[in-house]
């Protein structure tokens, strides 16, 4: 079992910069390929960032690509999301996700509980 629990949200204007944290319980945190995954009001949760178990290798969805930049410390058990040049469309509630299996779809096995990005335009 993991819990997951994230922090780093809050109210940023458009084009500010903010940085989400998702601190991982448990000793088997290098084991679990590390996501990130937002939901808006009214809309279906999408994918974000996807990170690979040694940090090696990320994918990004094409709407942050050039602007959020995953990455991971499994010496301290966290996965970082660094957003850039946020839009007012980037807000939502920002979850991250543990899985064996690198995927752009919401299969993962763990889920935090949020935490809400607003970026006011």
């Known amino acids: 079992q993991v819990q997951l629990v994230e922090s780093g949200g809050g109210l940023v204007q458009a084009g500010g910069s903010l940085r989400l944290s998702c601190a991982a319980s448990?000793?088997?945190?290098?084991?679990?390929?590390m996501a990130w995954f937002r939901q808006a009001a009214g809309k279906e949760r999408e994918f974000v960032a996807v990170?690979?178990?040694?940090?090696?290798?990320?994918t990004y969805a094409d709407s942050v690509k050039g602007r959020f930049t995953i990455s991971r410390d499994n010496a301290k058990n966290t996965v970082y999301l660094q957003m850039s040049s946020l839009k007012f469309e980037d807000t939502a509630v920002y979850y991250c996700?543990?899985?064996?299996?690198?995927?752009?779809?919401?299969?993962?096995?763990?889920w935090g509980q949020g935490t809400q990005v607003t970026v006011s335009s």
């Open positions: 996700a543990a899985g064996r299996i690198a995927t752009m779809r919401d299969s993962y096995d763990f």
């Open positions: 448990g000793r088997t945190f290098s084991q679990y390929v």
């Open positions: 990170i690979s178990r040694s940090g090696d290798s990320t």
